[in-house]
């Protein structure tokens, strides 16, 4: 079991303090697809091309789905994908890490872990507002995408709401990164650092690698 108030304390991630079972449980799968789509810079633009990624294989080249995996490895303003709307709006993510939707107006909560306003959830491939036009966080993990959490950018990020004034009077950076640590959205898996991960995704795993960022 992982001692979330312990890796809360430590600003680099140590071996000893992770669920290594959970990890390969989640990444060690039987598909011969597996692919991780790293990102650090804050596009939320990219859960689409992961529903689009989904759909094309299984519906333009027919694999299964049980044959394809992707990896979802945010880091960097990334990360806030991975809080609660409890983390976003008591340390004021949006402010603190300047994230803002296309029109330039402050996200103030976690809108990408549920289904827009409107989506129906049908089945009809060609509806737009159908469960495969869906690019919420919960259901792209609904669909078997896996979305990893770095412990590292989670440190850095309880350092910068500390240092700019974002949690309450009084409050430590280890009592934010361990508060952040306790409200992770459902079903992320806690990685040691992302860019780390990465590397180990690709070479003990078989993992291709796509970024958006460049």
Known sequence: MTDLAVIG???????E???????????DVSAPVRHIWQAFAFRPQVFNNLKNVLNGLRFGYAYDPGDVHL?????????????????WQKYR??????LRDPSGKRIESNVFLTAKPGMTGADDLDDEMGAYQDTSIQ???QRGVTFLSCATALQEQARI???????PPGTSVDSIA???????IPNAVLVPSMVATVIV??????????????
């Open 93 to 98: 993510i949006g402010d603190a890490l300047d």
């Open 9 to 15: 304390r430590h600003f680099v991630a140590r071996h």
């Open 71 to 87: 990896v979802f490895a945010p880091h960097g303003p990334s990360s806030a994908y991975n809080y609660t709307d409890y983390i």
């Open 139 to 141: 259901r792209l993990q």
């Open 201 to 214: 995704l690709q070479r003990r795993y078989g993992y291709t690698y796509l970024t958006l960022d460049t």
């Open 17 to 27: 303090d992770f669920d290594w079972d959970a990890f390969v449980a989640a990444i």
């Open 161 to 167: 709401v500390h240092a700019g004034g974002f949690a």
């Open 178 to 184: 361990t508060d952040m640590l306790e409200h992770l």
